[in-house]
Every structure is written in structure tokens, then in C-alpha cells.
């Protein structure tokens, strides 16, 4: 069975997604981390426009593009 991925950044608003890898360094995996963004968590976009507005297990947590490219997501 093929998993369909895409970039956290192109989902848009409304859609949820489940966090199927994150990319980049470590520093950057700590901080997506600590937000609540790891593999296998649920993400509901917010808004698109500007940096991604994200809500992770009821927190609103806002993410710069460039690091929302390195979030791969299944949309759900």
C-alpha cells in the first residue's frame, strides 16, 4: 500500500493531517518536538497564509513555511 505524502504547508485550511516524518536537523526536530509535532501526530490547519497556524492536540502553534516543508503529513 502506498502512503500518499505531502509537505505540512500544502494542506490547506481545514484539512487534517497525520505526521508521517520530519525532516531537517536536530535542533529543528526539538523544537517541531516540543511543539507537539512528531510522527504520528494529528494536525488541523488553521490558516495558510503567512506562517502555517497549525492546533496540535488542542494548542494553536504557528510554524515558518520552511520549517512546515520539512513536516510530511498524510492527509486524513
Do not use: W, Y
Not at 484539512?15 to 536536530?26: A, E, P, Q
Not at 529543528?28 to 503567512?50: P, T
Not at 520539512?70 to 492527509?75: A, L, N
Amino acid at each position: 500500500m502506498r502512503i500518499n505524502m505531502m509537505m505540512l504547508n500544502q494542506l490547506k485550511t481545514g484539512d487534517v493531517g497525520r505526521v508521517v516524518k520530519v525532516g531537517g536537523g536536530h535542533g529543528i526536530r526539538q523544537k517541531l518536538f516540543l511543539r507537539g509535532l512528531f510522527e504520528g501526530s494529528s494536525v488541523r490547519v488553521i490558516s495558510c497564509s503567512g506562517p502555517v497556524t497549525v492546533e496540535v492536540d488542542r494548542n494553536i502553534v504557528c510554524i515558518g513555511r520552511g520549517m512546515a516543508q520539512k513536516i510530511m503529513v498524510r492527509k486524513v
